[in-house]
T-cell receptor
């Protein structure tokens, strides 16, 4: 069974440009999470999808970030326009829907974003 | 506010020595706890988890962790470290009350001396 995959693995862009990150969760996982680790800081939650619906987007830093999960399969996270402080590693995780019980999140390899 | 503290940013141990990585949490709900590991150039791999029941949990690669509710701790241990264990280790806490999103510690970088 394939794990969580993320694309691209690395991205280097200039300030003001747009970048789109993609996450493919484990097949059958309804829950999809985005997290981010900026340099020297903790990994922080960004948002949570249940199927195609945003369940919690309390961690999204500002309106330059737009996440979508059309059809409840893969998800994209767009940063537009990118700023220097957006540099970091963006992780995606997925988990099964266990109907209100504890779940285990499985993480992808991350996308390393560098904004120059 | 929920928080996870990993007090050691870096730890160096000799190969074959025992290891303990500390994790303390502050959480306003019944927590469930994880340890993840990130090897260089890799993603986050689940080492072990605690949901309920036996407070001593076994994980992959010979790791174990013990949940101590009275101390709000979930320390990770390994009796004999191998050079391949060099990586960054993250403690994470979640709760149903907060929608299962995870709160992570800052990470502990483990270096293994040969």
């Amino acid at each position: 069974e394939a794990g969580v995959t993320q694309f691209p693995s690395h991205s280097v862009i200039e300030k003001g440009q747009t970048v789109t990150l993609r996450c493919d969760p484990i097949s059958g996982h309804d829950n999809l999470y985005w997290y981010r680790r900026v340099m020297g800081k903790e990994i922080k939650f960004l948002l949570h999808f249940v199927k195609e619906s945003k369940q919690d987007e309390s961690g999204m830093p500002n309106n330059r970030f737009l996440a979508e999960r059309t059809g409840g399969t893969y998800s994209t996270l767009k940063v537009q326009p990118a700023e220097l402080e957006d540099s970091g590693v963006y992780f995606c995780a997925s988990s099964q829907d266990r109907r209100g019980r504890q779940e285990t999140q499985y993480f992808g390899p991350g996308t390393r974003l560098l904004v120059l | 506010a929920q928080s996870v503290t990993q007090p050691d940013i870096h730890i160096t141990v000799s190969e074959g020595a025992s290891l303990e990585l500390r994790c303390n949490y502050s959480y306003g709900a019944t927590p469930y706890l994880f340890w993840y590991v990130q090897s260089p150039g890799q993603g986050l791999q689940l080492l072990l988890k605690y949901f309920s029941g036996d407070t001593l949990v076994q994980g992959i690669k010979g790791f174990e962790a013990e949940f101590k509710r009275s101390q709000s701790s979930f320390n990770l241990r390994k009796p004999s470290v191998h050079w391949s264990d060099a990586a960054e280790y993250f403690c994470a806490v979640g709760a149903l009350k907060y929608g299962n999103k995870l709160v992570f510690g800052a990470g502990t970088i483990l270096r293994v001396k040969s």
